[in-house]
């Protein structure tokens, strides 16, 4: 019986532990796509109707980066495939929020990096 209760123990504090780092991970995320938006703010100065669907598209980003790297691995073939189309899929969510100079601009800033 002891045995049980220890294993059973053992069992929850490994759930518990699991959902800190998956939550540490969200964390993350958010913060840098806080930090990205603001960044382009900064250079291209739009409104805060425009920071809010930037933040959205660099968070939804990352959680994709993320879970890819998560299922595939990072040195893998389908990695790199996804990876690709998801960074075009991201830059016609960037280009349908911007206006067009200012995708010219983010674009020119992306290219620099």
Known sequence: MKKIITFCFFAFALVIGTQNVVA????EINKEANEKAYELRKQLKFSDDVLEETYQAYKGKAL???SLA??????TPAYKKNMATLEADFKAKMESILTEEQYSRFVILNESK
Do not use: I, P
């Open 24 to 27: 540490q991970n969200k964390l």
């Open 64 to 66: 994709k980066k993320y």
């Open 70 to 75: 998560k299922h595939h691995g990072v040195d």
